[in-house]
């Protein structure tokens, strides 16, 4: 299962990492020479100017740097802290559809730590999560899909692989869009029984692409 992932990972979100100034560039490069206070003080210094700034291009270059750095492990525990899990699921909520991306970029990036993970999970962030797959942003219903893989545990499954999830992936496995065509057989075969995907085709049956409520990205 993992090397079907992870191989398609590459490919599907190859593209999918914000983007990130001169400046914190510079600091990434030169994170081994940190030390965990340093590191904490500056992403902390991050936080603070994206709580008190008011300007929206400010916040989305914040909220930019915050998602590449969750994907950084060294990075995990001092993001946990500041609580920028919390941070993250906020964003999904917003009508700006860069703070959505950015959001829901960090929480694809956060999931993949297990402590991180079950933070999400326990604030309800599956169905803020399931939300963005209505976006028509390919990167956000990218990351969103992905999102919901990490999410998936044995005592989760049965949200993350609601039978309206299976519908929307169903829908989305007839795109045009080689990536998320990719991404979402992958999350069919092996986050999926037979079952749900057979339940989920029957009652999808005689029903129009609209029907599930969530439209397909655009190609």
Request: aromatic residues 6%; charged residues 20%.
């Amino acid at each position: 299962m993992f090397k079907n992932l992870w191989a398609c990972l590459s490919e599907c979100l190859q593209v999918s990492n914000p983007p990130v100034d001169a400046h914190d560039l510079s600091v990434m490069a030169g994170k081994n020479r940190f030390s965990v206070s340093d590191r904490f003080e500056y992403l902390q210094g991050l936080v603070t100017e994206f709580q008190d700034t008011d300007s929206v291009e400010a916040k989305e270059q914040v909220l930019a740097n915050l998602a590449n750095f969750a994907y950084d492990p060294s990075n995990m525990e001092a993001l946990q802290t500041l609580q920028v899990t919390e941070l993250f699921l906020d964003m999904l909520t917003e009508e700006n559809e860069n703070f959505v991306e950015f959001g829901i970029g960090g929480l694809c990036n956060m999931s993949m730590d297990r402590e991180s993970r079950d933070q999400i999970l326990q604030s309800g962030g599956v169905p803020l999560v399931i939300a963005c797959l209505s976006s028509n942003r390919d990167e956000t219903v990218l990351s969103a899909i992905t999102t919901l893989m990490n999410l998936t545990t044995a005592s989760s499954r049965s949200e993350t692989t609601d039978s309206a999830v299976v519908q929307c992936m169903l829908r989305f496995s007839l795109t045009q869009n080689p990536r998320l065509r990719n991404l979402t057989s992958v999350f069919l075969q092996d986050y999926c029984t037979q079952e749900q995907v057979d339940k989920a085709r029957e009652a999808m049956q005689g029903q129009s692409q609209s029907a599930v409520g969530i439209p397909l990205p655009k190609d």
